[in-house]
Every structure is written in structure tokens, then in C-alpha cells.
């Protein structure tokens, strides 16, 4: 998560899409890391989503 941040910033928001060209990865892959990383409480998610 510390590259996410050091990236979008600690106060900004971004997405799956964003994450997902960050590191490289496919964007089912970083909806499942956000979705952790919300689970145990480093993210908080705002807005609506499709699946939830």
C-alpha cells in the first residue's frame, strides 16, 4: 500500500483501474487487494460501487 500512497497520496482517492497500471497488475487483482486492504481497515471506500 505504501507505493499506492506514495503515488495517489495519504487524503486522495483513486481506483481499481489507477492500482491496477500502478503495479502492474490485472484489474480483478487489484479490486481483490483494495477489497483487503478495506476488509482490515488501511483503506476506507467511498462512493458507490458495483459489487460490495
Same mark, same amino acid.
Given at each position: 500500500?505504501?507505493? $499506492?500512497?506514495? /503515488?495517489?497520496?495519504?487524503?486522495?482517492?483513486?481506483?481499481? +483501474?489507477?492500482?491496477?497500471? !500502478?503495479?502492474? $497488475?490485472?484489474? /480483478?487483482?487489484?479490486?481483490?487487494?483494495?477489497?483487503?486492504? +478495506?476488509?482490515?481497515?488501511? !483503506?476506507?471506500?467511498?462512493?458507490?460501487?458495483?459489487?460490495?
Amino acid at each position: 500500500m505504501e507505493l $499506492v500512497y506514495e /503515488k495517489f497520496g495519504y487524503n486522495s482517492s483513486f481506483n481499481s +483501474e489507477g492500482v491496477a497500471d !500502478l503495479l502492474d $497488475v490485472q484489474l /480483478k487483482t487489484a479490486g481483490r487487494l483494495l477489497a483487503k486492504a +478495506e476488509k482490515i481497515g488501511v !483503506l476506507e471506500s467511498e462512493g458507490s460501487t458495483k459489487k460490495k
